[in-house]
């Protein structure tokens, strides 16, 4: 297990070394350097893991140093090795290896490569700290790692005032859950006085039922606790209500948008919930809050991604819409089913941000899908590609034949053990999850169709055709506008295909391990045996649920964008605000802005000019300035080198002084 050390801190060097290399060495150094660390990283990664699915390992935890000794609190730098850490080290290595590898190709003209991969690695990095925390504030410390480099990456082309937004965006948001997770870890240690996750997890049980004095009400303690280190989680993972950053990190470049979406930082929320689980079952009303925000966003995200145009905020609205299934799967008690699903989506998802960048390579950066069309006579592999992406998060699979794409296996699991729960809110969550598989698998399809059939619209986008030599004019016979979309080089190829395989068999080789196997997981979740065989019992309908509307959402993008072309403008008209509300992304960004941006720059500028210049300047710099400015000229006057005149002023100050004195 001391290969542990080599997997987390090899990122940390290799972005160290590119990062002071810079511009100083070729590019092709600090690429090298960063990539082939995290190769190294994946491939020690993945025995750890497999050592876990046989049954041949054990937990155990590797000091790195003494970290802090304050009084009550002592805690050291140590990492934690379980089955939990082992499935989100594979998911973090594989994924970010294979971004880098990605890059070469994608960020081939770039100037700032070096920087580029050192973000990328100090990023991963951040994530491996996270997963291996052995104490909370540990876990903060890659928390925060993740959300410092998501700055940077999000903003990383910082000459683009929107690259910028996005970044203070996502930095802003973030803090606003972070300061729950804060005050979830402050509260924490004062109920248990530590911040060792191994001992909070042991003593949780015993504070079931517990009440603790909050606002002046008498609440549950662990409902609190859960609930503040819930709102973090709902930052990170961008959850309804804290979720506005995610689609705006689509600014960053593409291999940052895939590392973000699929493998680091949006995990982390249910990786906490999930790890801090034995906590979690202590506090109903806290799961009961995390079922229905997780079902809520998977609904709403949905309804956000049939209306968009950029290719990457779809998928982005996608990602948020399967954060929700983890969530909701999490909240009615099934961890196994959560974590097999961020395992799932972790190949797919990061497949269609690749391939929708390998896309945009093609299309000379253009992102609007309107201008696409019949690429896949162009691109094929690209097209294959995002085709098994799209079978997996569209869960196609069929129950009998015990044969289906990733998410089939995962994503089917989480909606049967919401109707197996039995509960109100498990209900509630089997519904609006049903519900938005039928829109993933429309607003999937419909990205594939206006991509890769239909005419080629390239002709009618301005920036494609200023980006080549030859105008629609020119071009003359050439109905293309004298463009061709070429296929990605092979380094950005090789990672489509590898994340390809996953698509297709991961959910097929490890849903038995990961979803019926106690053993599997040991002491590093709570697992719920009896939720689990009730998940296998529910009705046949229920299985196929997902397999139906998926079926439905396939036929209704066909009929609109293969087969009737008009429906969809039609469809817009006749549904008039729906649309629009669903378009404006339910204008929760307007909402925002009135209910705090406007509100923050009206009280920055009363401080402005009221505080700083009305009072500070006024009485300050200006104030005193002026005093002593007029006092100086005043003064200035004495000054005319006769004898009679200091006399005289010697003679005033005398009678000044007596006089102060007699009364």
């Not at 928390?143 to 990383?156: H, K, N, T």
């Not at 190949?347 to 941000?353: P, R």
């Not at 719920?528 to 396939?554: Q, S, T």
């Amino acid at each position: 297990m001391n290969s542990i050390l080599f997997i987390v801190f090899l990122p940390l060097l290799a972005a160290v070394v590119a990062g002071l290399v810079n511009k100083s060495a070729p590019s092709v150094f600090a690429k090298s350097i960063t990539t082939g660390a995290l190769f190294i990283s994946c491939a020690l990664s993945w025995p750890i893991f497999l050592s876990f699915v046989n049954g041949s390992a054990e937990a155990s935890v590797v000091p790195v140093l003494t970290w802090v000794q304050s009084g009550a609190l002592s805690f050291d730098w140590a990492l934690r090795v379980d089955t939990l850490t082992a499935v989100m080290l594979v998911v973090i290595t594989t994924v970010s290896a294979l971004v880098h590898l990605y890059s070469w190709g994608y960020m081939e003209e770039d100037p700032d490569q070096p920087r580029f991969f050192a973000y990328l690695s100090l990023f991963t990095f951040a994530m491996l700290m996270l997963v291996t925390a052995d104490n909370l504030v540990q876990m903060f410390f890659g928390w925060e790692g993740v959300g410092l480099a998501s700055y940077l990456l999000i903003g990383f082309w910082f000459k683009k005032p929107s690259a910028n937004a996005a970044a203070i965006k996502a930095f802003v948001v973030n803090r606003v859950g972070d300061l729950g997770f804060m005050l979830g870890i402050f509260g924490t240690f004062w109920v248990f006085g530590t911040v060792s996750i191994p001992e909070i997890l042991e003593a949780a049980p015993g504070m079931s039922g517990a009440t603790i004095g909050f606002l002046g009400l008498r609440v549950y303690t662990m409902d609190v606790l859960c609930i503040l280190l819930f709102i973090g989680a709902m930052g990170k993972s961008a959850q309804l209500g804290l979720h506005t950053w995610l689609p705006d990190a689509m600014e960053g470049p593409t291999p940052v948008s895939a590392l973000i979406h699929a493998a680091t930082m949006v995990t982390a929320g249910v990786f906490m919930v999930c790890r801090l689980s034995p906590m979690f079952e202590t506090a109903p009303v806290a799961l009961g809050i995390v079922t229905f925000i997780g079902a809520a966003t998977c609904i709403f995200a949905a309804t956000v991604g049939t209306t968009q145009w950029d290719i990457k905020r779809v998928i982005a609205y996608s990602t948020c819409s399967q954060l929700g299934y983890m969530f909701f799967a999490a909240g009615v008690g099934a961890y196994g089913a959560a974590m097999f699903h961020l395992f799932t989506h972790a190949f797919f998802k990061a497949l269609l941000f690749l391939g929708a960048g390998s896309v945009i390579h093609a299309m000379h950066h253009e992102q609007d899908m309107r201008y696409y069309g019949n690429l896949r006579k162009h691109i094929p592999f690209t097209f294959w590609a995002m085709m098994a992406g799209t079978l997996a998060i569209t869960g196609v699979g069929i129950y009998h034949l015990g044969a289906g794409f990733a998410g089939f296996w995962s994503k089917d699991a989480i909606l049967e053990v919401a109707y197996g729960r039995g509960t109100e809110l498990g209900n509630f969550a089997f519904w609006m999850g049903t519900l938005a598989a039928l829109l993933t698998s429309f607003y999937s399809w419909r990205l594939m169709f206006l991509t890769f059939w239909g005419k080629p619209r390239w002709i009618e986008s301005e920036h494609i055709q200023h980006s080549v030599h030859k105008t629609p004019e020119e071009a003359g016979e050439d109905t293309t506008g004298g463009y061709h979309p070429h296929e990605s080089p092979l380094s950005m190829l090789i990672p489509l295909g590898v994340l390809s395989v996953g698509a297709v068999l991961a959910g097929q080789v490890f849903a038995p391990t990961f979803l019926d196997d106690a053993a599997f997981w040991g002491q590093s979740i709570f697992y719920n045996e009896d939720l689990i065989h009730r998940m296998h019992a529910v009705p046949y309908l229920v299985k196929y649920a997902a397999f139906i509307v998926m079926l439905i959402g396939l036929f209704v993008a066909w009929l609109a964008y293969i087969k009737d072309t008009s429906i969809p403008g039609k469809a817009a008209e006749q549904l008039g605000p729906v649309y629009r509300f669903f378009y404006n992304k339910w204008y929760f960004d307007e909402l925002y802005h009135y209910l705090f941006v406007v509100p923050a720059f009206w009280l920055g500028r009363q401080f402005w000019k009221l505080g700083d210049v009305g009072t500070i300047d006024r009485f300050g710099p200006n104030g005193v300035a002026w005093v002593i400015e007029k006092g100086s000229v005043g003064a200035k006057k004495f000054q005319t080198g006769y004898l009679y005149s200091y006399a005289l002023v010697m003679l005033l100050g005398l009678v000044a002084a007596v006089t102060w004195v007699l009364f």
